[in-house]
């Protein structure tokens, strides 16, 4: 099919130079309101379009895509995660499932050693402190924190983005830890003079902070449950930059409430926006709103990659970062 017949239906806005890109390539449908769409007006435009591009906040699951008609042909996800398509589902209909990983990878890793500075240096109590008024003058013993240098992280899912978590952590004197399916290759673990844990149990028993850098899958959901938040040492604190669905919230706040670890730096929830009312009252937590990829150039190299998956895709070849069931 020409491109300029492709008919594209993007979900929500986007940055202007992307969308100006895809209306001269595409026959293209915008939001320019920007409200989330619903699932029946997600599967109304499912069933118009030949492209659908989606992000994290629309749901595509089994019900939208019973409703897609024949032509649906490509879901060009704007985001590097899929949790929020049934990829199965998809791919069993003959749909194309992309992404848009690597463009975000530094961004993301920014944001979430950003988060391990600011939840044990006490950035936003500091910040709170100045606009309250309440700083009359240094002292020993004001707002102590506790030092990062020297400390352990321990990284749940060594990709793109764990990896680009660990080579920021060692310029900052950490030693890497890292929970992965299998082993990254040893010159990358030499690199960061990284150590393998097979075991996620044993090695959150050790560190003094973890960071959660993997996708939310059927295999990763809840993965840090009650226990093994208990398993954590009660100085150590945890960073969610991926999936707020990789930790069971309630027992966060919990794990939090009753001293068993020291605080949390989250930038995802398990039901946004939502999130447990007791997290907002936490005094050791410092919460973002899914802001991991929050910069112009990551979202107008997410658009790009969209619009390469769908031009590569229209012109009958291999789109470059298909998703299969396989992957995830
Ligand atoms: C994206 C993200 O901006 O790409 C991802 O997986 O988590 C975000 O940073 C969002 O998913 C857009 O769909």
Sequence with gaps: ???????VIVTRKLPAPVEKRMAELFDVELNSSDVAMTTDQLADAASRCDVLVPTVTDKIDGRVLARAGDNLRLIAQFGAGVDNIDVQSAVSRGITVTNTPGVLTEDTADMTLALMLAVPRRLVDGVKAIEDGRFSGWTPTWMLGRRIHGKRLGIIGMGRIGQAVARRARAFGLQVHYHNRKPVLPQIAEKLEATYWESLDQMLSRMDIVSVNCPHTPATYHLLNSRRLKLMKRDAY???????????????????EAGDIAGAGLDVYEREPE????LRELPNVVLLPHMGSATLESRIDMGEKVIINIKTFVDGHRPPDRVLPAML
């Design 238 to 256: 945890l960073v969610n930059t991926s999936r707020g669905e990789v930790i069971d919230e309630t027992a966060l706040v919990r794990a939090i």
């Design 275 to 278: 999130m447990h009312p007791r």
């Design 1 to 7: 099919m020409p491109r300029k017949q492709t008919k």
